[in-house]
């Protein structure tokens, strides 16, 4: 099993400019999750994905939009990229009340 | 929403010490989580526990449901323990979705 991946692991963008960060799980879990991490914050939520075909905005989800798929994969997309959006992206997702998560993304727009 | 707050931010130890890590929370919950940051920014479940206390070789994890308090410890601290530990509890009503503490940062000196 690899768990959860996520790609690309690194990405410099330029401000304006579209990407789509890419997630896949293996573990044929109903709830999948995007999260970013900035210095001195704790883990936020930016969507979620409670089972397939469903996608639900979370704490802060201005500037993103997700797709779900299927069942594995949960991808994010940023539009148009800002400097706030700099950041280390982590999908997740969550069976038998833990959460597993991918490697992270560390996102730089300059 | 719920407030998640961690002591200590940052914590140094010595080897074999035994470590103590606090969480209290501001809204009633049913279960909370701990997590470890590893230095290379990966993420690991470690417990969900709603009552009493969990055991998953030297780290135990307590939780006091009515005083909205939890506590990681961690007998006979390694280096190999040095990582972030992360606190969360449950978002809007959903069990799937957490908000998460801003960590202590835990650093085992040999």
């Known amino acids: 099993n690899a768990g959860v991946t996520q790609t690309p692991k690194f990405q410099v963008l330029k401000t304006g400019q579209s990407m789509t960060l890419q997630c896949a799980q293996d573990?044929?879990?109903?709830?999948m999750y995007w999260y970013r991490q900035d210095p001195g914050m704790g883990l936020r939520l930016i969507y979620y994905?409670?089972?397939?075909?469903?996608?639900d905005k979370g704490e802060v989800p201005n500037g993103y939009n997700v797709s779900r798929l299927n069942k594995r994969e949960f991808s994010l997309r940023l539009e148009s990229a800002a400097p706030s959006q700099t950041s280390v992206y982590f999908c997740?997702?969550?069976?038998?009340?833990?959460?597993?998560f991918g490697p992270g993304t560390r996102l730089l727009v300059l | 929403k719920n407030e998640v707050e961690q002591s200590p931010q940052n914590l140094t130890a010595q080897e074999g010490e035994f470590i103590t890590i606090n969480c209290s929370y501001s809204?009633?919950?049913?279960?909370l989580h701990w997590l470890q940051q590893h230095p290379g920014g990966g993420i690991v479940s470690l417990f969900m526990?709603?009552?009493g206390k969990k055991k998953h070789g030297r780290l135990i994890a307590t939780i006091n449901i009515q005083e909205k308090h939890s506590s990681l410890h961690i007998t006979a601290s390694h280096p190999r323990d040095s990582a972030v530990y992360i606190c969360?509890?449950?978002?809007?009503?959903?069990?799937?979705?957490?908000?998460f503490g801003k960590g202590t940062k835990l650093s085992v000196k040999p």
């Open positions: 997740a997702s969550s069976g038998g009340g833990l959460k597993y």
């Open positions: 573990m044929n879990h109903n709830s």
């Open positions: 994905s409670a089972s397939e075909g469903t996608t």
């Open positions: 809204v009633g919950i049913s279960a």
């Open positions: 526990l709603s009552s």
């Open positions: 969360a509890v449950p978002y809007g009503g959903s069990q799937g979705n957490l908000i």
